[in-house]
Nanobody
Framework: QVQLVESGGGLVQAGGSLRLSCAAS????????MGWFRQAPGKEREFIAA????????NYADSVKGRFTISRDNAKNTVFLQMNSLKPEDTAVYYC????????????????????WGQGTQVIVSS
């Protein structure tokens, strides 16, 4: 499995943008589909985006569709989450996740699909 480290969180005003990065260790990064989850205060962790091994396929939760973009750079072992038009309800800890199986992709993920989690990065959107 891969080890994941997120960065790029912070405080931003509503309507602003942030770009999260998730750096993965190991030489097998390109064989895993990747995802992003988030957990808001007092709520369960929720799936928000997934990307296939090559990056050709992506999928988003309805709550972020059209505002967030997931991408990956396999040469740099990194997956990104570009977040635009941020809203206060986007405030959460954001987690990067790697599929537990290699050479597999699903458009939507439950937590049971995750093999590795990052430590999380806090995003706060002020109104």
């Amino acid at each position: 499995q891969v080890q994941l480290v997120e960065s790029g969180g912070g405080l931003v005003q509503a309507g602003g943008s942030l770009r999260l990065s998730c750096a993965a260790s190991g030489r097998t990064f390109s064989s895993y589909s990747m995802g992003w989850f988030r957990q808001a205060p007092g709520k369960e962790r929720e799936f928000i985006a997934a990307i296939s091994l090559s990056g050709a396929s992506t999928n988003y939760a309805d709550s972020v569709k059209g505002r967030f973009t997931i991408s990956r750079d396999n040469a740099k072992n990194t997956v990104f989450l570009q977040m635009n038009s941020l809203k206060p309800e986007d405030t959460a800890v954001y987690y990067c996740a790697a599929d537990k199986s290699r050479y597999s992709y699903s458009a939507t993920w439950s937590e049971t699909r995750v093999g590795s989690w990052g430590q999380g990065t806090q995003v706060i959107v002020s109104s």
